[in-house]
T-cell receptor, first 114, second 113 residues
Framework: DAGVTQSPTHLIKTRGQQVTLRCSPKSGHDTVSWYQQALGQGPQFIFQYYEEEERQRGNFPDRFSGHQFPNYSSELNVNALLLGDSALYLC?????????????FGSGTRLTVV | QKEVEQNSGPLSVPEGAIASLNCTYSDRGSQSFFWYRQYSGKSPELIMF??SNGDKEDGRFTAQLNKASQYVSLLIRDSQPSDSATYLCASPRAGDSNYQLIWGAGTKLIIKP
């Protein structure tokens, strides 16, 4: 039973560029949430996708956008990268919202903006 | 006041002892709580969840929830060096239309052989 898979694992981008991160949820899960985790901090909620729609969004600018496909996989896009966007980006899948049984996390994408 | 607070540590515990990790929360409407373990450079891994007052045991781990005092704790018995990690406490923000988990910053646990 495959868990949550994320790609790529590491990425180095230049300030101002755009990046796309990908996530395939765990088998049986229908909801994908994206989190940003800075060093020494807990994850910060970016948004959650369910039924191919953004169901809720955290306190992140419009430069952060996403998409969920019919097979439940998801993409996170970040435009006009800033140095402060350097972080570990985590994809978490769940059945429905994850409020009851929590999330399963992927291994993350380490984004470095230079 | 942060919604979910944890002591950042590090908490140093000798091997074989009980490690006690604590988390407090500000929203009395919070219903459920999750403990995640995160090794350095890795993603969080779910250890336990609890939503009823009292204790919940799973192997060497016991989660304790006290809604009146608004704290949740995680006890690790017979601590092993492999338990050395950062432990994150999280809770769904109250309200049916809220889907995000609110996270503490984590407590770094070090088990000394």
């Amino acid at each position: 039973d495959a868990g949550v898979t994320q790609s790529p694992t590491h990425l180095i981008k230049t300030r101002g560029q755009q990046v796309t991160l990908r996530c395939s949820p765990k088998s049986g899960h229908d909801t994908v949430s994206w989190y940003q985790q800075a060093l020494g901090q807990g994850p910060q909620f970016i948004f959650q996708y369910y039924e191919e729609e953004e169901r809720q969004r955290g306190n992140f600018p419009d430069r952060f956008s996403g998409h969920q496909f019919p097979n439940y996989s998801s993409e996170l896009n970040v435009n006009a990268l800033l140095l402060g966007d350097s972080a570990l980006y985590l994809c978490a899948s769940s059945l429905r919202s994850g409020r009851v049984y929590g999330y399963t996390f992927g291994s993350g994408t380490r984004l470095t903006v230079v | 006041q942060k919604e979910v607070e944890q002591n950042s540590g590090p908490l140093s515990v000798p091997e074989g002892a009980i490690a006690s990790l604590n988390c407090t929360y500000s929203d009395r409407g919070s219903q459920s709580f999750f403990w995640y373990r995160q090794y350095s450079g890795k993603s969080p891994e779910l250890i336990m969840f609890i939503y009823s007052n009292g204790d919940k045991e799973d192997g060497r781990f016991t989660a304790q929830l006290n809604k009146a005092s608004q704290y949740v704790s995680l006890l690790i018995r017979d601590s092993q060096p492999s338990d050395s990690a950062t432990y994150l406490c999280a809770s769904p923000r109250a309200g049916d239309s809220n889907y995000q988990l609110i996270w503490g910053a984590g407590t770094k646990l070090i088990i000394k052989p």
